[in-house]
Each structure stands twice: as structure tokens, then as C-alpha cells.
């Protein structure tokens, strides 16, 4: 029967640095997208094959996104940000379906730590916009009043961006679990295609989220 | 459930490392190749709008020029016509002429063709007119006609010597007299004729023979060398189909 640990499991030590199960899964997450893009650049023509049509749609289509999102400002600059969420995101939930393999966002520190990036670069590209007073000013309009429950309201949207993303991973991981231990070999088979799915549409609410936070970081009121 | 600080800075670590291992081998080449599409997009576009500006404007020159054309074939067209109408006028012209010419010489044998038929008609009715004459006089002839002729004759024997000494001159020292008639006078007759001839031309010696000849139909027809001096009615008739023939009069007629 397989266990479902929900704490970070130690794989090595080296010294007082711990190297846990999810984070190697990481590095081979990373090293898959590493190797299918390099890849893809190497492949890449200005008459494209079908894979680069459907990698440039992808991006095109991201690109529209943000451009929609944020009219003001080069879609470049804020895609790879918001790109990279998806994909390692998208990619790590997959994960969890090859057998041995833990989903490295069913760890909350993992999904701690993209919430934590998602809200840093909502500030970088706040300020990088309206200016470290334009930006600190916002949180204190229309009164100072209110800074606390701005701070409040981002603290919360973050840890409920990682809660979220933690939960639905989780869920997804141990519904599959509980019913291979109950039901057998093949039955957990649709549910693990509903996880893939939840996974994709999740890496997908997480990138879209974190832009609508950049958004309203880099927005100036009226 | 528990927080580890390893593993969030590794995530964190992690995520900012794939952030630029993905800037250079996905965004950056992906973004280069789409402006560099996007670029010979742009550049077809233009190249597209400068054709169709080319276009517009060997367009506008073609038309420019067509324009011309037309008033050229307008021109063409009005002086052809004109030409044409010209040529047409003088066709006419020389038509009518040829036609008038056409029409005198026509006009002229016509009139010289009514002529003869004319002639042709006259000459036709005096032989009718003759032939009749004849024929009716043929019927009423008779010997005491021809005597009566005959005897006028010898009135005018004198006449007729002086014509044949006339003709004959004074040095012919004989001349043979062929007298025809139509009814048989008879050579008593005939000799007292050739007496009275021969006593008014004393210097020529004179013979005669007669000769009947019914076509005389009555009257006497006398040849003396070459000369004939016709004295029947047959000759008298002919005389008078020759007069009315040439002078288209008769004699006694209104």
C-alpha cells in the first residue's frame, strides 16, 4: 500500500544543508524542461515544424495574455516570470503520474516558495513601474488607515495561492492512493486523468493569478 | 505538515534558475524568431503596399493614357468619317457622271435605234404601199393604157432625143435602144418611134428592139447605152416611193 508522507522527505544531508525527495524531483523536472527546450531551440527555423508552430502558438497565446492583462507594459517583460510558473508548475503536477515520482507541488514549501516569488515580483514590477513611493503610496490610499488591511489582504492571497495550489496537489495524490489500496490496479486510472487535468488547470489559475497581482501592483488608481 | 527552510529556498533557488535557463534556450530564441517573422511579415506587407501603390499608379497612368486613346479614336473615328464622307461625295459624283454619260449614250442609241426602226418602218409601208399599188394597178392595166403611155411617149420623143444626144455626145455614130414594154406595141410602131428619134439626132444611127416585160404594168421603159429612161407605170411608182422615202412628201397629199 502506498504511504502518503506529507512532510518533506530527506533524502541526503550535506553538512546542515537537507536535500529533500520533492526537491529532487524538482531538479528532474527542471532537467526534463532544460533538455526539451534545448531541444526545441536547436530546432528552431524560420519555417517551422509542427512542434516549434504549437511551442510558438503556446507562447503567442501567452503573450496575447499578458499584453491583455497588462496593456502598459512589454508583454516580454513579465512573461518569462509568469511563463516559467506555468511550466514548472504545469510540469512538477505531472510528475506525480510516473510511478516513483512525488509531485513536488504536493509539498507546501514548494508552493510556499512560488507564492512567495509570485508575490515578490508583484512588488519588483510594481515599483519598477509607478516607483517606491508611487508604490508605497498605494497602500495607504485612500487612508493610511487601510495599510494594514492591505498587508492583511496580500498576505492572505499569497499564502491562498500556495494553500490552493498545495491542497489540489494533495488531494489529487491521495484520492489516487486511497483508491488503488481500495479499489485496485486499474480503477485509479481515471482519476489520475482528472489529476493530470486539475494539475494543468491549476499551474494555469497560479500564472494567472500571480499576473492579475502584477497587475494590480503596477496599476496606478484613478 | 512542517515548514523546512531547505527546501522552500531550494524551490525558490530552483524556480529562479529554470527562470534563466528558460530566458535563454525558450524565450529569447522563441522571441527572436517570432519578430524576425514578424519583420518579413512587415516587410512582405510593405513590399505588398508599395506593389499596390506601383500598381495604383501604373493603374492611374493606364488610365490617363486610355483616356487619350479614346479621344485619339474619337479623333480617328470623326476623320475617317469625314474622309469616308468625302470618298462618298466624289464616288457620287463620278457616279452620277458615269450614269449621266451612261444615260446620254443610251439616250443616243436609243434615238438612233428609233431612227432606223422608224426607216425601217417607212421603208417597210413604201414596199407595202407599193407592192399594193402595183398589185391594184397589175388589175386595171390594160393595152390602151400601154398605148396611151405609149403615145405620150412619142410626144415626148423630142425630149428624149435631146437627152440621148445629151448624154451620148455628137461623135457616137450608133446607138442601140432597148425598149421594154409591158404590152406588145408592135414593129410598126416601134419603128415610126425609132424614125422620129433617128430624124431629131440625125449625126448617130439609131436601132431599136423591143422586149416585153408584164412587171412594167403599163408604159414603156427605154435603155439607150447605160442610160435608162423609164416611162411605166412601174418606174413611176418606184419614182414615188423613192420621193417618198427621201423627201417624205407625196406629191397631191395634205
Redesign the interface.
Known amino acids: 500500500m502506498k504511504t502518503i508522507v506529507?512532510?518533506?522527505e530527506p533524502l541526503m544531508s550535506v553538512g546542515p544543508?537537507?536535500?529533500?525527495r520533492?526537491?529532487v524531483t524538482?531538479?528532474l523536472v527542471?532537467a526534463f524542461?532544460?533538455l526539451a527546450?534545448?531541444f526545441?531551440?536547436r530546432r528552431?527555423?524560420?519555417k517551422?515544424p509542427v512542434l516549434q508552430e504549437g511551442?510558438?502558438a503556446a507562447?503567442?497565446a501567452m503573450e496575447k495574455m499578458v499584453k491583455e492583462v497588462l496593456p502598459d507594459i512589454d508583454p516580454?517583460l513579465v512573461?518569462?516570470?509568469v511563463?516559467?510558473?506555468w511550466?514548472?508548475i504545469g510540469v512538477s503536477n505531472l510528475a506525480g503520474v510516473i510511478p516513483g515520482l512525488k509531485t513536488?507541488t504536493a509539498?507546501?514549501?514548494?508552493t510556499?516558495?512560488?507564492a512567495?516569488?509570485s508575490y515578490s515580483m508583484t512588488h519588483y514590477f510594481g515599483i519598477k513601474t509607478r516607483g517606491l513611493k508611487g508604490y508605497v503610496r498605494h497602500y495607504v490610499s485612500p487612508s493610511w488607515v487601510l495599510l494594514p488591511f492591505h498587508l492583511i489582504a496580500e498576505t492572505t492571497r499569497t499564502m491562498a495561492l500556495a494553500v490552493r495550489l498545495f491542497g489540489n496537489m494533495l488531494s489529487g495524490e491521495m484520492t489516487a492512493a486511497i483508491i488503488l489500496g481500495v479499489a485496485g490496479l486499474l480503477v485509479p486510472i481515471p482519476f489520475t486523468l482528472l489529476h493530470i487535468v486539475i494539475g494543468l488547470i491549476q499551474a494555469y489559475i497560479f500564472g494567472v493569478l500571480t499576473l492579475v497581482f502584477i497587475a494590480g501592483g503596477t496599476q496606478n488608481e484613478t | 505538515?512542517?515548514?523546512?527552510f531547505?527546501?522552500?529556498?531550494?524551490?525558490?533557488i530552483?524556480?529562479?534558475?529554470?527562470?534563466f535557463?528558460?530566458?535563454g534556450?525558450?524565450?529569447k530564441?522563441?522571441?527572436e524568431?517570432?519578430e524576425?517573422?514578424r519583420d518579413?511579415s512587415r516587410k512582405i506587407l510593405e513590399d505588398a503596399e508599395m506593389a499596390r501603390d506601383e500598381a495604383l499608379r501604373m493603374k492611374e497612368v493606364q488610365e490617363r493614357e486610355m483616356k487619350n486613346l479614346q479621344v485619339m479614336k474619337a479623333d480617328l473615328i470623326e476623320q475617317s468619317r469625314r474622309e469616308a464622307e468625302g470618298e462618298r461625295k466624289k464616288l457620287l459624283l463620278d457616279a452620277q457622271g458615269s450614269a449621266k454619260d451612261i444615260i446620254e449614250k443610251e439616250r443616243a442609241l436609243f434615238e438612233a435605234e428609233k431612227k432606223r426602226a422608224g426607216e425601217e418602218t417607212e421603208n417597210r409601208s413604201v414596199k407595202i404601199v407599193t407592192s399594193m399599188a402595183c398589185s391594184l394597178l397589175k388589175d386595171i392595166s390594160s393595152e390602151a393604157l400601154n398605148k396611151s403611155v405609149w403615145q405620150n411617149l412619142i410626144s415626148e420623143a423630142g425630149t428624149i432625143a435631146k437627152n440621148i444626144s445629151g448624154s451620148h455626145g455628137p461623135s457616137a455614130s450608133s446607138i442601140d435602144l432597148e425598149v421594154r414594154t409591158a404590152w406588145p406595141i408592135g414593129d410598126t410602131e416601134l419603128e415610126k418611134f425609132r424614125r422620129t428619134l433617128q430624124s431629131m439626132v440625125p449625126g448617130t444611127s439609131l436601132s431599136a428592139r423591143e422586149i416585153a416585160d408584164k412587171d412594167l404594168i403599163a408604159g414603156v421603159s427605154i435603155k439607150a447605152g447605160d442610160k435608162v429612161y423609164d416611162f411605166s407605170l412601174a418606174g413611176q411608182i418606184e419614182a414615188f416611193a423613192s420621193k417618198l422615202k427621201t423627201g417624205r412628201t407625196i406629191p397631191g397629199g395634205q
Open positions: 506529507i512532510s518533506p544543508v537537507i536535500i529533500t520533492t526537491v524538482t531538479w527542471m524542461i532544460t527546450c534545448w526545441v531551440k528552431l527555423a524560420l517551422p511551442l510558438e507562447l503567442e516580454w512573461m518569462p516570470v511563463g516559467t510558473l511550466i514548472l513536488p509539498d507546501i514549501n514548494t510556499f516558495a512560488f512567495a516569488l | 505538515m512542517r515548514f523546512d531547505w527546501t522552500f529556498s531550494f524551490q525558490a530552483n524556480f529562479i534558475v529554470l527562470l535557463i528558460l530566458k534556450l525558450l524565450y530564441p522563441v522571441r524568431i517570432l524576425k517573422r518579413i
